[in-house]
């Protein structure tokens, strides 16, 4: 395999003129490595921007929770300083705070506009905890909770957040497996169309081996051959699906949630890794092929 | 050089040879006769290990043919010279770089002027970048010998090498064959032509085998 790799990279001339210059199979490589390398690129843009939703969903959502307390209007701020009291002492709290009415305002706005009169409305008071390391026992505190204010709800966020952040686990591994199952694709095309090539020339094979060629030296010029048409599809494909990536609409602009689907800072090298990887998957994939074809030449 | 010891071939639908032990000599020069389909063809092949015996030991170059891989083979064919009745040339390619074939596969530089000497002696020297469907029959069989010898081969085998062509042409392919059976290479010719049998026989002192009921017979002086 290195004299394999050496040979690849050292232009021989003389190699490369054994086999017919041109063919379908020639086009066939490099459009299918150009396809490949697109959609690779849209999938790793995927993987990556639903990694950074998992992290970005995680670690918001981690180490803070919040007490829904209902209770009387003449109850609630008792009860609130009580929760609060509460909580400054109990261990694995960094710090507890109740939100303002303009806070609640503001967390209800999308719903019911600017204009909510909120003192006049039966919405529970709520109260933001922020985990310190370690933690909080959630159920102890549940338990205080509960003799201390019956009305008061802790909510750890963990109901919505463990599916959220696992969806997005798994969005991002469905785009590795995505990009996974392209590169395999691309390999199994490739195999079709050097074999293709190898039975085209099966005339070229038989003379060459009956004047004492060895099966690496056959195969060097298939191999050599596929290997740029794929490099020079899967650069193409590559860039074409760079400048796709980059000419999607920010998703961050119109709401903050989702991350959109893009690449930012170094991750935008990352397509660029795609064309020696596409030159390698048929480097490989056409020696193998040609080596096995080549057992059928006596 | 190469040798056959019982040597048996049997493609699947009988035995097409059997019992079949001979030994060429360096030097010699050696005519296989028979009728078409008596086993010419499959004796050469099993000759430069393109076929491998169904029974019995074929010897080249002191080694046996079952224990040789195809890195081996493909070295091995670089001593023996094959020249096909139906030759295939790569059609892309001109015909001095086909002629120079065996020299590239094998890391080898040719001079140009040995090429050019070798085209020049078969013939062809004006047709060097001539593309191989361009040429004629008895060119196709020279530029075959040609190739054939330019990586200096111990052995050459020509399979009805004057198949194709005319009488003249013949006289020609088989003057070069003489003259390389001179320098020393071994020859073996498969051919039905008695007459070019006759002629070469006038000129070096050749044995005629002759294949019958799948077994190889020296064949009489009558030839």
Known sequence: MPTAISALLKADLHADRVVP???????LTTFTAGAMTFLCVFALALSLASGRLATRWSDALARTATIRLSAPP??????????????????GVESSRALTDEEARKLLEPWFGPDLPVEALPIPRLIEVVEGDPGYDGEGLRQRLTAEAPGAVLDDHTR????????AGRLRLLGWLAIGLIGATMAAMITLAANASLSANAQVVKVL????????????????????RALSGSAVGAL???IGVALLPNAD????????????????????????????????ATRRAALTKLREFP | MIAFENVAYNYGGGELLSEVSLRLAPGSFHFLTGPSGAGKTTFLKLAYAELLPTAGHV??????????NRDDIARTRRRIGVVHQDVQFLDHLPLAANVQLPLTVSGKTGDS????????????????????????????QRAALARAIIMGPDVILADEPTGNVDWEMSLRLLTLLVELNRMGKTIVVATHDLNLIRQAKAQVPARVLRISKRRIQLAGADL
């Open chain 1, 21 to 27: 210059p041109s063919g379908h199979t020639a086009w």
């Open chain 1, 74 to 91: 003449d109850q609630l701020q008792l009860q609130t300083d009580a929760i609060l009291a509460l909580l400054a002492t109990t261990p």
């Open chain 1, 160 to 167: 919505w957040r463990r599916p959220l952040a696992e969806a």
């Open chain 1, 209 to 228: 081996r009956l004047i004492g060629a060895k099966d690496s030296y056959i195969a060097r010029a298939f191999v050599r051959r596929f290997t740029l």
């Open chain 1, 240 to 242: 074409a699906g760079l």
């Open chain 1, 253 to 284: 602009a119109a709401g903050g949630f989702m991350t959109g689907l893009g690449f930012t800072g170094a991750g935008w090298l990352w397509p660029f890794v795609l064309p020696p990887l596409a030159g390698a998957v048929a480097f490989v």
């Open chain 2, 59 to 68: 010897t080249i170059f002191d080694r046996e043919v079952h224990g040789l």
């Open chain 2, 113 to 140: 002027r040995d090429l050019g000497d070798l085209l020049g002696w078969v013939g062809l020297g004006h047709l060097a970048d001539a593309l191989p469907p361009s040429l004629s029959g008895g060119e196709r």
